[in-house]
């Protein structure tokens, strides 16, 4: 991935979760996590459950320096980020998530 790609606040990208390291709590059994950044400051995520149920969430995001803030309905959640290649780290006070890009969209 070319850097230039994240500017304006990480416009059409799509990332799949490839880990979840939590600090207390055992993460969620999913079978498949993809997050995509949309041009409208809207971040999507697909959950496939390893029940093969699946769930779909959309919240607001904004890039403040090194930090990504996402905006839910009942939450905020601050995570430092950094980006190397086609991997991007988020890293919460509770979390860690490694994420991964789609080079060619889902």
Do not use: C
């Amino acid at each position: 991935m070319i850097f230039s790609k994240f500017i304006n606040v990480l416009i059409i990208s799509f990332f799949f979760v490839a880990a979840v390291h939590a600090d207390e709590k055992k993460t969620s059994d999913f079978s498949s996590m993809i997050l995509t950044f949309q041009t409208n400051t809207r971040a999507t995520t697909l959950i496939l459950w390893a029940d093969g149920k699946s769930e779909t969430y959309s919240e607001r995001y904004i890039v403040v320096s090194d930090a990504l803030v996402f905006t839910g309905k009942d939450y905020i959640t601050n995570a430092q980020y950094s980006i190397t290649a086609n991997q991007m780290i988020l890293v919460t006070p509770t979390m860690r998530v490694v994420l991964e890009e789609v080079e060619e969209g889902i």
